[in-house]
T-cell receptor, first 115, second 114 residues
Framework: AQTVTQSQPEMSVQEAETVTLSCTYDTSESNYYLFWYKQPPSRQMILVIRQEAYKQQNATENRFSVNFQKAAKSFSLKISDSQLGDTAMYFCAFMKLTIRNQFYFGTGTSLTVIP | ETGVTQTPRHLVMGMTNKKSLKCEQHLGHNAMYWYKQSAKKPLELMFVYNFKEQTENNSVPSRFSPECPNSSHLFLHLHTLQPEDSALYLC?????????????FGQGTRLTVV
């Protein structure tokens, strides 16, 4: 079974500062995808960034970047120049590449950006 | 707006009621999902449909009954629910499973069972 662990239930960051959200996962698969999703108060889960396990290069998407450590099974999200609109729940998710499309989610980290 | 629409946004129902949740996507996706989101718990995958065929049922109680009449629509029929079933129910869709496509989510239905 796959498990995803987010050890930080709540975090806060000053506007314009940088924050890192941690995520670890457990799997015996060698090829898989990792995702960070954002859920603002509107409740809609929005994809923030995606990482393929076979790629060594860390994914980046504007102010969002990841630190993917495959051997350590770690997948942290760094948000640079934090903005008030970044306030949301952030979920780390794992998907293995099988015909059965299963996403496994962590419990989430509630991020508050302080003005 | 991600292209996945769920109705209703909020639902309050008694334990003896029968209601249905609806999910609709016009993104051309083949796979659709129901997730249950409870406070302080990981999202729980309930059902997966791929090309209208149910491919996953994660030991969900029979009081939840999914229906997928076509690749664009997904329903979750509810009957004789329990108060612990109160949660946010999220629908999602994606392209072909196993290809690494990410899921697009709807805004969810906040269900309260009284």
């Amino acid at each position: 079974a796959q498990t995803v662990t987010q050890s930080q239930p709540e975090m806060s960051v000053q506007e314009a500062e940088t924050v890192t959200l941690s995520c670890t996962y457990d799997t015996s698969e060698s090829n898989y995808y990792l995702f960070w999703y954002k859920q603002p108060p509107s409740r809609q889960m929005i994809l923030v960034i995606r990482q393929e396990a076979y790629k060594q290069q860390n994914a980046t998407e504007n102010r969002f970047s990841v630190n993917f450590q495959k051997a350590a099974k770690s997948f942290s999200l760094k948000i640079s120049d934090s903005q008030l609109g970044d306030t949301a729940m952030y979920f780390c998710a794992f998907m293995k590449l099988t015909i059965r499309n299963q996403f496994y989610f962590g419990t989430g980290t509630s991020l508050t950006v302080i003005p | 707006e991600t292209g996945v629409t769920q109705t209703p946004r909020h639902l309050v129902m008694g334990m003896t009621n029968k209601k249905s949740l609806k999910c609709e996507q016009h993104l051309g996706h083949n796979a659709m999902y129901w997730y249950k989101q409870s406070a302080k718990k990981p999202l729980e995958l309930m059902f997966v449909y791929n090309f209208k065929e149910q491919t996953e049922n994660n030991s969900v109680p029979s009081r939840f009954s999914p229906e997928c009449p076509n690749s664009s629509h997904l329903f979750l029929h509810l009957h004789t629910l329990q108060p612990e079933d109160s949660a946010l129910y999220l629908c999602a869709s994606s392209h072909d499973p196993g290809q690494g496509f990410w899921a697009f989510f709807g805004q969810g239905t906040r269900l309260t069972v009284v």
